[in-house]
């Protein structure tokens, strides 16, 4: 029994020493959440057994947790570099056929085609306003394409002179003539348990039953926090934390290997005893 014991023990050594070796790995990945391995005891007797005479029997994975954590912001003064603070995520649109929603707090984005696009080329989604910036829909169909115009509608003469993002996230183009056109505020996902989101990888998450569906809103409501432009945000990963544990883990690995190899020493022993 000892030798399974300690390779459950080993088992959960190894994968606590995968993931912190993720979490190290994405030091440098704008938008990245670091996740923690959560382990539990097993244990097991029979409804007439006296507990207290009863060892345990290992341990087991009940999980791998996302930090959801708020990273450090680095300045990059490039408009459509885009930090959330606060806990909401980007809304950002697949290419078709499929045109599925996924969640990022990943905000480099580029201009692609016309479109503002992130690194995995998904489109930035904005929700429609009225003539005083207010968001008049904020359901899924009302979601659109962030597309950057390149002059005044009705007028192809006036080119496109500026574009805008608010700390509410209201984009505003500014023509050349001078004149101002608000194309819509950036949409913004929040999640009733946002820890239990489905990663995809390249920071991005999609919904799951146990994380329940989106509440989309625009920045500046409730919990979602404010939008920084000419900024991004940084993994959430403290280098320093994460190498301790990756000695803690390290000596876990150690310890359940010895235990493995008495276990071993006492059975030969035993087994030599007839000799």
Known sequence: MSFYTSLSGLKAAQTDL?????NVANVGSAGFKKSRAVFGDLFASSPTQATKMIAGQ??????ITQQFTQGTLEATDKTLDLAVAGEGMFVVRGNP????LSYTRNGAFNVIDGKVTDTIGSTLQLLPVDANGAVTSHTMAALTDFVMPTSKPGDPNVGLSNIS????????????????????????????????LRPIGDAHWQSSGDSG???INAAQTGA??????GAIERANVDITEELVALIGAQRNFQANAKAIETASAMTTTIINLRA
């Open 18 to 22: 995968s993931v912190i070796s993720n």
């Open 97 to 100: 056929p499929r045109s599925e």
């Open 213 to 215: 569906p989106p509440a």
């Open 165 to 196: 993002i608010g700390d509410d996230g209201l984009v505003t183009a500014t023509y050349s003539d001078g004149s101002n056109e608000m194309l819509g505020k950036v949409a913004m996902a929040g999640f009733t348990a946002q820890e239990a």
């Open 58 to 63: 290992g341990t087991r994975l009940n999980g």
């Open 224 to 229: 979602l926090g404010s939008i920084r432009s």
